[in-house]
């Protein structure tokens, strides 16, 4: 009963116009990257290597895919939460919009597997999101690219990653990313429990992202002990992996946090649905 329901929440998602918002804005973003990497990239890689080109020589493919895939990465985890959000941030309230969650909730089946099966749905829409997002920025960039080391550019300086380390990379990378987006999706579901109507989780979810990244970029004292326990400070640690060498322990703790946050939003969306009332 429990898969049967949670097959039936990824239909509801499917069937929604909104949930192809986010495909079909990747696709065009990612597009536009690809297009103008391939007309004027030289002169981008140009503006990053100058400074470095009195003191070094570089040779071989510098534009390549993997360079291509994690410009990508970059610019779109920020932004693919919001395409997140439009259809988790529907999962719960929308029933309520539409005044189904009366006859959802007389279902032979507990209201916290009912809940589940809504935050199954949306962690696999979120992968599928996510794959869409690989795919292009990694089959679709080394087709037209083709493959290379990859040069990263981060506050100690340059670094040079060899092609055929990049895999695993580039793997684990996108598992983090995939892990920051399922706590953006776990946050929605939540404020969705507490809402009648989809705009309030959608446009709040977003306020808090915003709210948390401009208090994590602030360098003031006061903010600085809670600035490492913001949920936004660690959406960005899949970049831990492609430093040299590998600081293992803030990706592990980036990864507990992150976990941490997810498990408590998850009990207090289940705790404020079991307690949902149908009847007003």
Known sequence: MFWKSTYNEFIKIAAKPRSYIGIGAITLIIGIILFAMKSDGMSFISFITSSFEQTLSFEGNILNGN????????????????????VTGDLVSGEGAMGTIRLLLTKP??????????YIAGCVYTLVILLWMAFLALIVGK????AGDLMVLNSDG????????????FLCGFGVAYLSLVMIATLSLTLSCFSENSIGPIV???????LFT???ALDVPSLNAIQPYLFTTHMVSWRNFF???????RIIESAEILLIHIIGLLA???????RKDILS
């Open 109 to 118: 089946i507990s209201r916290t597997s009912i809940l589940l099966s809504k």
């Open 204 to 210: 709040t979810t977003m306020a808090i992202i915003i």
């Open 243 to 249: 430093e040299d060498p590998l600081p293992l322990d």
């Open 214 to 216: 401009i208090i994590g």
């Open 158 to 169: 340059l670094i040079v990653l060899q092609e055929q380390d990049l895999g695993w990379r």
């Open 143 to 146: 087709w037209l690219f083709g």
């Open 67 to 86: 360079l291509i895939a994690f410009i990508i990465l970059q610019m779109l985890i920020i932004h693919v939460p919001l395409l997140i959000a439009l």
């Open 268 to 274: 207090i969306a289940i705790y404020k649905f079991k």
